[in-house]
């Protein structure tokens, strides 16, 4: 099992398809009171540069219902805000802590990171890649279709951290992965290259025709933290990228709806598909709990199945 877990592709085919077995039996036992105590004495360190509701959360009660402690380390408090370099505390935190998980502005500073740790680590999402949600997301989308091989997912908005990992994702999965995005705001360059090379990515200039016939379409907010100050240009980059019941219909009637949340209601999707029957977006938010359990479990190597 891979020590660091900065882009998706950091796990192979075989570890993701066991993650989400076990975040799937990890679900279940937990609605059935079944404890799993297999990180005691564990600790996780939480390193936030950026705002979180479902990461910060979805980790702390992950780790505690593992039995272990999770510890939010906001960076303004830290020595890093004075000018500590991140390597150093890198250095330190990893005479402390079991495993950190960072969400940072930009990707090489996990990187930075990463490379002087001596313990696990986990991106918790930076400008290129936000892993744990779409292990999530696979998960998701493996509950509802009972496989992720040949499934068509659409991604209509913004080619920005989430989709980058999606379309990374095709490579490990076998999906089809179609995305619509206005010209200018294109996924990352290498990220598409090697999603076109290993996996299946296909893009479209008409957002209908992307959700044409698609398992699932899947969208995220139009403006990404720390996008604030674009906000007047994105908004009229993306109007007509909406995934409303209009576009719906292009797509498979079984269409799963899609959004990693927070959501900007009226602008990138509808309340109407937010809210609705084809919504999978609530459980895809508390599947960050189940799939994140399993990824902490295995990286400690202490899982090997669950049981
Ligand atoms: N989807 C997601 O990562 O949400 P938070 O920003 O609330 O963590
Ligand atoms: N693309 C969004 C995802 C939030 C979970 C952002 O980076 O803000």
Redesign the pocket.
Known sequence: MAMNVLSILDLSSEEISAIIEDAIRLKEDRRRNIPHPHLRGKTLGMIFEK??????ISFEVGMFELGGSALYLNPRDMQLDRGEAIGDTARVLSRYLSAVMIRAHTHSSIETFSAASRIPVING?SDRE?PC?ILADLMTLKECFGRLAGLNVAWIGDGNNVCNSLILSSIRTGMNVSVAVPPGYEPDEACIRRARAEGSVRFYDSPLEAAEGADAVYTDTWISMGQEAEEEERLAAFSGYQVNAELLKRASPECIVLH???AHRGCEITDELLDGPQSAVWDQAENRLHAQKALLVSIFGVGKKIN
Not at 51 to 56: E, F, G, K, L, Y
């Open positions: 705002s979180s509701t479902r990461t910060r999402l936000h949600q990693c949340l927070p």
